[in-house]
């Protein structure tokens, strides 16, 4: 059997599952001004992921770049999720 195809795939699942509390953690803890680290990340991930010839290694990294890329819209979503009463506000931001 060729595996791959399920092991990328299971990869895209977690990916997208561990970024979404990331996300809501990094918009509560430094608001939405973190998005250049994000940036940073998922471009230096995806420009790996160019480089490395196994395919479910570069499949992984180019999937968790993306995603990471991805995130950065949903930082500025989060925020306005924040500012409807959706999530909690963190106290100690002014």
Do not use: D
């Amino acid at each position: 059997m060729y595996l791959k195809g399920l092991i990328i795939a299971v990869i895209a699942f977690l990916a997208i599952g561990v970024f979404h509390p990331v996300v809501i953690w990094a918009e509560y803890y430094f608001t939405k001004n973190i998005w250049p680290l994000f940036l940073a990340v998922g471009v230096i991930l995806s420009a790996v992921s160019l480089f490395i010839e196994n395919v479910i290694i570069s499949s992984g990294l180019a999937i968790i770049g993306i995603t990471v890329l991805w995130s950065i819209g949903e930082l500025f979503h989060q925020e306005q999720r924040v500012a409807k009463g959706w999530f909690p506000k963190n106290p100690n931001r002014k």
